[in-house]
């Protein structure tokens, strides 16, 4: 049970994302909802590939040759670019929204319906 | 005072030890980018370790020390260094894209080694390096681009 | 250098370099960069027709990126395929022609649609974006450059629906897009990453190849059919799709349809490649279906009380992806019945991939024709029109040629396709074919009333300096009315050709596995 503890922690954090999204009002909490939900996933992803008494996959004085898998590494890297500009574009929006509305509630829109 | 601060930035020190610290960072940015086939890192942590240098001068001198000229000449950067990875993945069409055809040659970076652990030869990998230091400028310029235009706004093109 | 053996991947990243290549090619004038951007999709637009042809004779083909030579997808005998493998087959490159048919399109329009001096370079760089990832979507045969695609084409598609930043309810509805857009993305990712920690594989081939079904499996099924529906706006998850199609500009809407779509090209390559052996498959069908029926007639239902003209036809979007879902679900539900799948399940598919290019053609002319209403009058709003019949009168003609495509007249393309799925579905359960019926004639209610209010009646006398739109815009316009019409006249010659083929290679599972193994 105690192997199985980051895919526990990493389902977790994608619950605690998904209740900051859909439960609060301020746009930035919103915004760091998502990229909670990001980490979780990055967590997730690292810890399918461990192999018990591995080392990292890297070739340059390497201890021994029994590494844990270097593909989800791969995957977690590109996937933190992407949440980078996820991340980066939406905060550019919520600095538009707020000039324009002078507030950071979600609740004062004008399109409805 | 607090605004004219905020405008101009932080005292003479401050300004002045920014230079200083500027470069062992960028030199610990550029070996992280061109070790990334050795080491971990690569292109995109590199880039972002030199971009933090672009908060610290938001910092250190405020929205005056930020000129138009500054914004443009990154994004001229960023385009260019973009459209070089790719032009560098369409010259391995003799074979497919992509092709590592710079390994294995023995030019510079182009030297081979056997498989297994070994600690560490610089000149080798093929393209790998090459689209290291592209991806290394483009994400440094990219990111602090982000951080500029986050802080004053448009990239001046007003006139397109 | 052979042309076709490296066209898969040319017709990716032409458009991507074209696109990034743009800010460098502005600085040598307005007339070079619109040259650039129009002669890259055109050239996108061969390599596509070169390879559609190539695939309707000799089946399908991979391109492997990074090996020896383009098809060396095994590079160690009997082991497993590495590197990103690129895996066309006729339901992709039908896709991929819908997708840069429209973006060329979208594209001449906008020459004079987007005024100049709002960062017009930087739309340019974001569509040629867009059509690379729509393409490099449907053309990837692994599910992590899927995730990838996908990613890029929410972000660019998200930046385009906030392109009119001066006004506050572009950037709201680019925000719950995005919001909405990153949820999914991330859930299948998610799926992903339980299947790749399973079994060790990520190419869609190998994978189908070994799958079998277990607990986690068919979580991960489940991740990914619901983020794939939110993706394609399909009800209960399409809360964004009225607010980013009716603040997007014009020709953003028509390609952000075909980008929606690429998400349903995802959802049936999933559920058919990979888990059309599974046993309780009925269920997956079953629920695709009920959605598809709610879409169509919640998105009518919303439709016909709406006042903004553009947010009409974002419902009447959602409300024919229903169709599409309905029409391939049917065809799913009896994928392992050999009788029933070769008497209607197959012309139930058909008819479902048929309206996904007829939609992307009536609904992309009906929102050109939006556009250029707001273009001469300045707003949106159906109260504030009338009588615009007089002076516009090609307007006035493409609107009436998509009006009465999407409600399924004949000798317009709407009718072939919604005939097909209209007899199909009645074979396999009457009720949802008397419920599309009822959807059509709502359909045509509400575009009477749009007709009506904006087109017919006496002249505003606020309207007078109206003229007809500037010439591209109608060439554009033309190119999709001609098509309509074209479509409905000789539908067999297409659905024979290009359609048939497609679902056929979407139920054959194990020649898309000969592909690569």
Redesign the interface.
């Known amino acids: 049970m105690i192997s199985q503890f980051p895919l526990l922690a990493a389902l977790i954090l994608v619950i605690i994302g998904f209740f900051a999204i859909t439960l609060k009002k301020n746009l930035i909490k919103i915004v760091m909802g998502i990229s909670i939900i990001g980490s979780g996933v990055n967590l997730f992803l690292i810890s399918l590939g461990y192999k018990s008494a591995g080392v990292a996959p890297i070739f340059t004085n390497a201890p021994k040759l029994e590494m844990v898998l270097p593909i989800p590494q791969a995957l977690t890297l590109t996937n933190i670019v992407i949440d980078l500009a996820l991340v980066a574009f939406m905060l550019s929006l919520v600095i538009l929204l707020y000039k324009h509305y002078g507030s950071l509630d979600i609740r004062n829109r004008r399109l409805k319906g | 005072m607090i605004e004219k601060n905020k405008n101009r930035g932080m005292s003479r020190i401050v300004k002045t030890i920014s230079f200083i610290i500027a470069l062992p960072i960028i030199v610990f940015g550029l070996y992280v980018i061109l070790h990334g086939h050795l080491t971990p890192g690569g292109g995109f942590p590199g880039g972002a370790i030199i971009a933090t240098l672009a908060a610290l001068f938001l910092v250190a001198f405020g929205r005056s020390g930020v000129k138009e000229s500054h914004k443009e000449f990154l994004s001229l950067l960023e385009s260019l260094a973009l459209v070089s990875f790719i032009l560098l993945a369409f010259l391995g069409l003799g074979s497919t894209f992509f092709r590592n055809f710079w390994a294995n040659t023995g030019n510079i970076f182009g030297k081979s080694i056997s498989y297994g652990a070994n600690s560490g030869y610089l000149p080798t990998a093929g393209t790998i390096p090459l689209m290291n230091m592209l991806v290394g400028i483009e994400v440094l310029a990219a990111l602090s681009l982000i951080a500029l235009v986050m802080y004053t706004g448009q990239v001046g093109d007003e006139n397109d | 250098?052979n042309l076709l053996l490296?066209a898969p991947?040319?017709a990716i990243?032409i458009p991507?370099?074209g696109g990034?290549?743009t800010?460098?090619i502005?600085k040598f004038g307005?007339r070079v960069r619109d040259s650039w951007i129009i002669l890259s999709l055109l050239f996108t637009e061969f390599l596509v027709l070169i390879l559609t042809h190539d695939i309707l004779s000799n089946g399908i083909r991979t391109?492997?990126?990074?090996?020896?030579?383009?098809t060396d997808t095994i590079p160690i005998a009997n082991f497993i395929p590495v590197r990103i493998v690129l895996e066309l087959d006729a339901f992709s490159v039908f896709m991929a022609i819908t997708s840069v048919t429209i973006a060329l399109i979208a594209s001449i329009y906008s020459l004079k649609f987007i005024k100049?001096?709002t960062?017009?370079?930087?739309y340019y760089t974001l569509l040629l974006l867009l059509t690379a990832a729509m393409v490099g979507l449907v053309f990837t045969g692994d599910l992590?450059s899927m995730f990838?695609f996908l990613?890029i084409l929410s972000?660019s598609s998200?930046?385009l629906v906030?392109f009119y930043?001066h006004k506050?309810?572009a950037?709201?509805?680019?925000?719950k897009y995005?919001?909405i857009s990153?949820?999914g993305a991330?859930m299948i990712?998610?799926a992903?990453?339980l299947l790749?920690?399973h079994y060790?594989l990520?190419n869609i081939a190998a994978l189908a190849n070994v799958l079998k079904f277990s607990f986690s499996d068919k979580v991960a099924l489940v991740l990914l059919i619901a983020a794939f529906a939110m993706k394609c706006g399909a009800v209960p998850l399409h809360m964004w799709v009225?607010?980013a199609y009716?603040?997007a500009p014009a020709p953003i809407s028509a390609v952000l349809v075909v980008a929606s779509q690429a998400g349903l090209y995802a959802l049936f390559r999933i559920s058919f490649t990979l888990f059309s052996a599974l046993p309780t498959i009925e269920i997956v069908a079953w629920s695709v279906i009920i959605l598809g029926v709610l879409s169509m007639f919640i998105g009518v239902i919303?439709a016909i009380s709406?006042k903004n003209i553009k947010?009409l036809m974002a419902y009447h979007a959602i409300s024919q992806t229903g169709y599409m879902l309905l029409g391939i679900g049917v065809g799913l539900a009896v994928i392992g019945n050999i009788n029933a799948l070769n008497s209607f399940g197959i012309t139930a598919m058909e008819g479902g991939i048929f309206h996904i290019i007829n939609h992307a053609i009536y609904k992309g002319l009906l929102f050109l024709t939006a556009g250029a209403i707001i273009y001469r009058v300045g707003t949106k709003d159906l109260n504030k029109m009338g009588g615009l019949a007089h002076k516009m009168p090609f307007t006035t003609i493409f609107f009436l040629i998509g009006a009465l495509a999407i409600t399924g007249l004949p000798p317009f393309n709407g009718f072939a396709s919604k005939l097909m799925i209209y007899e199909s579905v009645f074979r396999f359960s009457p009720l949802l074919s008397i419920i599309a019926m009822m959807v059509s004639i709502l359909t045509l209610a509400s575009f009477v009333k749009v007709f009506y209010s904006a087109f017919m009646g006496p002249k505003l006398k606020e309207h007078n300096e109206i003229r007809e739109v500037p010439k591209t815009m109608l060439i554009a316009m033309l190119v999709l009315a001609l098509l309509t019409l074209l479509v409905g006249l000789f539908p067999d010659i297409v659905v024979d050709n290009i359609i048939s083929p497609a679902a056929h290679a979407l139920v054959d599972q194990s020649k898309y596995i000969g592909g690569v193994l």
């Open positions: 250098m490296h991947i040319l990243s991507l370099l990034l290549a800010p460098i502005t307005k391109y492997t990126l990074g090996a020896k030579f383009p100049e001096g960062a017009k370079s930087k992590f990838v990613e972000i998200g930046v906030a930043s506050g309810e950037l709201e509805a680019a925000f995005i919001v990153a949820v991330l990712l998610l992903i990453g790749y920690g060790n990520l009225p607010d009716g603040e919303m709406q947010r």
